[in-house]
Structure formats: C-alpha cells, structure tokens
C-alpha cells in the first residue's frame, strides 16, 4: 500500500502533537479499497454471477 505523498510526516512533528500512528485494516476488491470488511463483501456479492 502506497501512501499519498502529502502523507508523509516527519515523525518529530507527530510526537510534537501527541498524534499516535495506528494499524488499520484495508479490504481491496475489484480495484477499490474498503475499510469495513463488510462492504466490501456487499460490494462482491453485487458483482457476483449468478
């Protein structure tokens, strides 16, 4: 996963305002990203032959 160069943040700066980095799930399906697994499924099952 890339992140959006205006994303980058010294990491000093981060600490400076107490902002803390945490790990996030991301679902990837048919070219998108999703952050609940849940719509993505939803998204899957729109698509899905029948």
Sequence with gaps: MSE???DKVEQAELDRYEI???PADVFL???Y???SA???VAAAKRNAKP
Aim: net charge positive; charged share 40%.
């Design 4 to 6: 959006h160069p205006d």
């Design 20 to 22: 803390k980095r945490v």
């Design 29 to 31: 399906w048919g070219g």
């Design 33 to 35: 990203r999703y952050s």
């Design 38 to 40: 849940r719509d993505a």
